[in-house]
């Protein structure tokens, strides 16, 4: 009887909506998620639109997953809040077969899915810079109390209102920095340390410590600062992301704008807490864009506080990240590359136009001369076309003269084969893909495959294999290597052998990449050689594991586009779907003209400099004209020597400083030349090209003079005879 009793009781209990009978429902319109046992309402909750797409609801067990916008949240049996995970991006769908817990969440047009397991996402997660992502929790938690700055009149009424919200969702560290904001205004100090410390407790991605740190220091709570920061590095570590790897200042923006509030601090005055910034930004992303302005501008702060140890090292180790890079140059290598190809084809194109003007002005009259028995200049071409031809004015000019023409026509394509590389290199290797801080995941593959890299070519392959085996997928980590004699590829299968088991293996590795590459500090932290460069201090205080090889900057701009060699064996080859492509911004019928214009002025050069030149050309007189022009244009009187070319390329490269420091061109990778001293010695380098030259020329008509005189006299000895 009393078992009877218990059963009947605990069945009509069951009937009268116990907790495994709830059920749990979205309204889409409403954006309500519900539970209700039997028509009673349990729990509710209700999203503001302004959070996101809503995706699910799905009951696993005990409990209810729902998708809000970039985060995944699992609800109790009375609707608290019992996990949060932080997605990549805004959740696509959610599902639950076979027993596991899915989540696709999108990117654009590409989907990424990803299996939950003990609250945490199985897969490696890898956060693009999308701000819309990395900003949810703390948008959310200002907008759910509209809270920004709480004054000391309202901190009470925002200490409740922080406390309901706190009690709402107590995975949001926001909300548990806005309380103990709050706390401390009203004189509560126990509950702001409870507070502050359930807020760097959590476990977030490093962009969310970031902006905890940031909103510590301006609250006046550097300690809790430092923790945050020191939470973002450890963070930084686990996910995979690497000192070793550029980021953008779009993407430090995405990720809390760590760099924007370091300007900010150095701009203050602050420079205690900006130091605090500064090394964090040292330790995840050293090479972060614009770093060496950033450093130069701490270091001279240093100075001007007499701190010239601290400056010293400092400037050492901005030299430091400029080892390995093109040239030796830095981050601006490709920038500095552009501006040395303008410079050069701005120049050449006013040498060759000084050089076609001056003796095409000395042809001029001798082929109107030539031309007048086969019908004019113009006429000539119908009557006589091949007569016509070889009398153009370049058959006018010296085997010399022509061979320096040639010269330059060859340099200007060279030097516009250099501007299209580097200008293009540069940009696609400042894409998104490669400068966020990691590699792999459904994002970065989608961006490697809108660059277009090369499948076969070893750089693009060693920047696939080292996503794949960040993401755990050794296996084709291991088929984007390949047989590659590369010293980084060797470091990079080596850790895959030792995290196999194979020790004596990945040591031989090991020791052949260091051998290819002594200053390779990958190779040498593995070898347990103690190298002391920023990379390996990283690897040393913040992971365990081996360390791998990062691809320099001359991997990644060979990898999306080749190097410069290659461009040059291109240009020579197929010159004209090579310049077709420079990035000129002219319409494509203009594009083919110039183009166009420029090949064929080449091909006819090389022709001419067989073509003999018309007789007499030689005793014929220089007209007024050619003689105006060779003091203008210095050099140009005497290509048919070596040292005349040089001259003029020394005028040109001066007249376009000239230019540069007039405002006309510029060329801020290059050369400074807003200092006072640049237009003094463009200056002086053009008073001597002006000077050399007219004494050349003065020089050159006493020789003229001369060999008159002496064929004057030579005929009139002649004549009598």
């Avoid at 693009?460 to 296996?475: H, I, T």
């Avoid at 064929?600 to 005793?619: D, K, Q």
């Amino acid at each position: 009887m009393l078992l009877r009793f218990a059963l009947a009781c605990l069945l009509g209990w069951a009937g009268m909506g116990g907790p495994a009978s709830a059920q749990v429902t979205l309204e889409e319109s409403a954006r309500t998620l519900s539970a209700q046992d039997n028509g009673r309402l349990r729990w509710s909750r209700t999203f503001e639109a302004s959070a996101g797409s809503l995706v699910g609801p799905v009951t696993v067990g005990a409990r209810t997953w729902l998708a809000v916008g970039p985060q995944l949240y699992a609800y109790g049996e009375q609707g608290q809040v019992e996990a949060r995970i932080d997605l990549p991006s805004d959740a696509a769908a959610l599902d639950e077969s076979g027993g596991e817990l899915r989540v696709t969440v999108r990117y654009g047009a590409v989907l990424e899915a990803f299996s939950v397991e003990g609250d945490v996402l199985r897969e490696r997660v890898v956060f693009p810079p999308l701000e819309s992502t990395t900003r949810w929790l703390e948008r959310t938690a200002r907008r759910q109390v509209g809270f920004d700055h709480v004054s000391p009149a309202d901190a009470r009424a925002a200490l409740e209102a922080l406390q309901a919200q706190v009690q709402r969702d107590p995975t949001n560290p926001f909300a548990q920095a806005f309380l103990a904001t709050a706390a401390l205004k009203t004189r509560q100090g126990d509950v702001a340390a409870r507070a502050t410390e359930s807020a760097l407790m959590q476990n977030v991605p490093f962009f969310v410590s970031v902006r905890l740190a940031q909103y510590f220091d301006s609250a006046g709570l550097p300690d809790a600062a430092d923790r945050a920061l020191q939470n973002a590095r450890q963070s930084w570590a686990a996910l995979g992301y690497d000192p070793a790897l550029p980021v953008s200042r779009s993407a430090l923006k995405a990720y809390g704008n760590p760099l924007g509030y370091l300007e900010l601090l150095l701009g203050s005055g602050k420079l205690l807490r900006a130091e605090a910034w500064l090394r964090f930004m040292r330790d995840i992303s050293p090479r972060f864009e614009g770093y060496r302005d950033v450093y130069g501008r701490y270091v001279g702060l240093l100075e001007s506080q007499n701190r010239l140890g601290e400056a010293y090292e400092w400037r050492a180790f901005t030299r430091e990240l400029s080892r390995g890079s093109l040239y030796g140059l830095g981050p601006d290598a490709l920038l500095a590359v552009r501006d040395v190809s303008r410079w050069a084809t701005f120049m050449l194109l006013l040498v060759l136009a000084a050089t076609a003007l001056a003796l095409g002005a000395r042809a001029w009259p001798l082929q109107g001369r030539d031309l007048a028995p086969l019908g004019g200049r113009l006429h000539a071409w119908r009557r006589h076309p091949l007569s016509r031809l070889r009398r153009i004015l370049l058959s006018y000019w010296g085997f010399g003269e022509k061979l320096a023409f040639v010269a330059l026509l060859g340099a200007l394509l060279v030097s516009l084969c250099a501007w299209a590389w580097s200008a293009r290199t540069y940009t696609r290797a400042n894409a998104p893909a490669l400068n966020f801080g990691t590699y792999g995941g459904a994002w970065f593959y989608d961006g490697l495959e809108q660059l277009g890299l090369e499948v076969g070519a070893p750089d693009a392959r060693l920047v696939r294999g080292l996503g794949a085996q960040l993401d755990g997928d050794n296996a084709t980590a291991r088929g984007q290597y390949g047989v590659s004699s590369d010293p980084c590829v060797l470091n990079n299968l080596g850790v895959l052998l030792e995290a196999g088991g194979d020790e004596i293996g990945a040591r031989e590795r090991y020791r052949a990449a260091l051998a290819r590459n002594p200053n390779l500090s990958a190779p040498a932290y593995n070898l347990q050689l103690g190298p002391n460069t920023f990379e390996a201090n990283f690897q040393r205080v913040y992971r365990s594991t081996p360390r791998l090889c990062y691809p320099t900057d001359r991997h990644v701009y060979r990898a999306v586009d080749g190097a410069l060699s290659g461009e040059l064996r291109q240009i020579v080859q197929n010159p004209w779907v090579y310049l077709v492509r420079f990035p000129s911004g002219l319409p494509r019928p203009l594009q083919w003209l110039w183009v166009s214009a420029l090949l064929f002025t080449l091909g006819l050069a090389i022709l001419w400099l067989f073509v003999p030149r018309p007789p007499g050309v030689r005793a014929a007189p220089r007209p007024w004209r050619f003689r105006l022009l060779c003091v203008v244009f210095p050099g140009v009187a005497f290509l048919d020597v070596a040292w005349g070319l040089v001259l003029q390329l020394i005028w040109g490269a001066a007249v376009v400083g000239g230019v540069a420091v007039l405002g006309g061109w510029r060329f801020p990778y290059l050369l400074d030349l807003s200092v006072g001293g640049a237009s003094t010695v463009i200056g002086v380098t053009l008073a001597l090209c002006y000077a050399i030259n007219v004494a050349l020329l003065l020089l050159d008509e006493l020789r003229l003079a001369g060999e008159r005189r002496r064929a004057k006299s030579t005929a009139g000895v002649a004549r009598p005879s």
